[in-house]
């Protein structure tokens, strides 16, 4: 039995990138031989197996067959007789399909083992797949993507590109889960240039089927485009902020039907909705003062009175995009310097269990607070 580390601990130890997880390919192997070993299985695809000390992932080296829908209908088979090259050749590109044997110490050594060329691809900066197999993968399109925005100085092979349109052609992206679908966005959001994710959703056609329909058509828009590059590189390249952005031109209720859609945590979900709602009161504002009233109900929106933290953040990117917040910063200060037991002790005794009296005057003492910032 042979053991190599293989894939992106390759790829990026090539490139000086730091590498943060290593996986490992196991030939000429078995299952009763790795569990002897003591190795603890734990694939329910496929064999993999826990190393008995590291607790690092083993997997036997295997084959695939496509025998249904989506990314998950695959037939694997494992066998000692499974070659090295055998394994690599169902991996997604050439820069992902390299190896290096790993010693008893656990370390690497030897030649990088590189039969298709992946060396070649990585030095010319080109995405290109493996083998015609790649095709039949709908979750290869989205990984594609999401590298291109960590890797933006890399281009798509030809060959590859068209590979990608027949993913969408086909129709199999309707059988990725909502949940991977997600999680291959999010990555690219938050990678280098997260254009770069949207442009190969664009040029494969696969936008329609996977953003919301507001978003693909603004994305079209070269003055769009271009605005969404300049305000990523403004802010930070949270999850929270860099999803606000790209969702801010939409109206919050179609950002809550694709968040659904897409299993978007609800956390990252409530950020951008309230964002997109602050672009709706700013834009409102833009050419006359603010209104207590709207500020007030914005607040209340952002339960600003619960998560203060959040309507901060929300704010400070409002502002890095050249938003005129101020007002509401003013405001907003206003408000949690209310004396919140004058407040009740301003309240009838009898009504105060009563909370729609109680609601009634904090709603009072905050448009009051707003009012008073605005006319400073």
Same mark, same amino acid.
């Not at 299952?31 to 826990?50: N, S, T």
């Not at 009233?293 to 933290?309: C, G, H, Q, S, Y």
């Given at each position: 039995? @042979?053991?190599?580390?293989?894939?992106?601990a390759?790829?990026?130890?090539?490139?000086?990138?730091?590498? &943060? !997880?290593?996986?490992?390919?196991v030939?000429?192997?078995? #299952?009763e031989?790795?569990?002897a070993?003591?190795?603890?299985?734990?694939?329910k695809d496929?064999p #993999?197996?826990?190393?008995p000390?590291?607790?690092?992932?083993?997997?036997?080296?295997?084959?695939?067959?496509?025998?249904?829908? *989506?990314?998950?209908?695959? &037939?694997f088979?494992?066998?000692?007789?499974?070659?090295?090259e055998? /394994?690599l050749?169902?991996?997604d590109?050439?820069?992902?399909?390299?190896a290096q044997?790993?010693?008893? /110490?656990?370390?690497?050594f030897?030649?990088i083992i !590189?039969p298709?060329?992946?060396?070649?691809d990585?030095?010319? @900066?080109?995405?290109?797949?493996?083998s015609?197999? %790649?095709?039949?993968?709908?979750?290869?399109?989205?990984?594609?993507?999401?590298f291109?925005?960590?890797?933006?100085?890399?281009s798509? $092979?030809?060959e590859?590109?068209i590979?990608?349109?027949?993913?969408v052609?086909s129709?199999?992206?309707?059988?990725?889960?909502?949940e991977?679908?997600?999680?291959?966005? $999010?990555? *690219?959001?938050?990678?280098?240039?997260?254009? &770069?994710?949207?442009?190969v959703?664009?040029?494969t *056609?696969?936008?329609?089927?996977?953003?919301?329909?507001?978003?693909v058509?603004k994305?079209?828009e070269e003055?769009?485009?271009?605005?969404?590059?300049? &305000?990523?590189?403004?802010a930070?390249?949270?999850?929270?902020?860099?999803?606000?952005?790209?969702?801010? !031109?939409?109206?919050?209720?179609?950002?809550?039907?694709?968040? /659904?859609c #897409?299993?978007?945590?609800?956390?990252v979900?409530?950020?951008?909705e309230? %964002?997109?709602?602050?672009?709706?009161l700013?834009?409102?504002h833009?050419?006359?003062?603010?209104?207590?009233?709207?500020?007030?109900?914005?607040? =209340?929106? $952002?339960d600003?009175w619960?998560k203060?933290?959040?309507?901060?953040?929300?704010?400070?990117?409002?502002?890095?995009?050249?938003?005129?917040?101020?007002s509401?910063?003013?405001?907003?200060? =206003?408000?949690?310097?209310? =004396?919140t037991?004058e407040?009740?002790?301003?309240?009838?005794?009898?009504?105060?269990?009563?909370?729609?009296?109680?609601g009634?005057?904090?709603?009072?003492?905050?448009?009051?607070?707003?009012?008073?910032?605005?006319?400073s």
């Amino acid at each position: 039995m @042979k053991v190599y580390a293989v894939g992106g601990a390759i790829r990026d130890t090539l490139m000086g990138l730091p590498v &943060h !997880d290593i996986d490992y390919v196991v030939v000429g192997s078995s #299952v009763e031989e790795m569990i002897a070993k003591g190795y603890r299985p734990v694939g329910k695809d496929f064999p #993999v197996f826990l190393h008995p000390e590291t607790q690092a992932e083993y997997a036997l080296a295997r084959t695939e067959r496509k025998t249904g829908q *989506g990314y998950k209908g695959f &037939h694997f088979y494992a066998d000692p007789s499974v070659t090295l090259e055998q /394994d690599l050749e169902r991996r997604d590109l050439t820069i992902n399909a390299m190896a290096q044997e790993v010693g008893a /110490d656990g370390k690497q050594f030897g030649p990088i083992i !590189d039969p298709y060329n992946g060396q070649e691809d990585l030095a010319a @900066k080109i995405f290109r797949h493996v083998s015609d197999a %790649f095709a039949e993968d709908p979750l290869r399109l989205l990984r594609i993507a999401r590298f291109s925005a960590r890797f933006p100085e890399f281009s798509v $092979a030809e060959e590859t590109l068209i590979a990608l349109k027949a993913i969408v052609q086909s129709g199999e992206l309707n059988a990725l889960s909502a949940e991977r679908i997600w999680q291959e966005l $999010a990555r *690219g959001l938050i990678a280098a240039k997260p254009m &770069h994710l949207f442009q190969v959703l664009l040029t494969t *056609g696969a936008a329609s089927a996977l953003l919301p329909p507001t978003l693909v058509t603004k994305l079209s828009e070269e003055s769009f485009r271009e605005a969404l590059i300049t &305000h990523f590189s403004c802010a930070s390249n949270g999850l929270d902020e860099r999803c606000a952005i790209t969702l801010m !031109d939409l109206p919050a209720g179609e950002i809550r039907s694709w968040a /659904d859609c #897409v299993r978007m945590p609800i956390e990252v979900r409530d950020f951008c909705e309230i %964002f997109s709602d602050l672009r709706v009161l700013v834009n409102k504002h833009l050419h006359h003062s603010y209104q207590a009233t709207d500020i007030l109900a914005w607040f =209340n929106r $952002a339960d600003l009175w619960r998560k203060p933290e959040r309507a901060q953040a929300i704010l400070n990117l409002a502002d890095k995009l050249g938003m005129n917040v101020l007002s509401l910063v003013n405001a907003m200060k =206003n408000t949690q310097a209310i =004396n919140t037991t004058e407040i009740i002790a301003s309240i009838a005794v009898e009504d105060r269990s009563n909370g729609e009296r109680i609601g009634s005057a904090f709603e009072s003492a905050r448009l009051a607070a707003i009012t008073a910032a605005l006319n400073s």
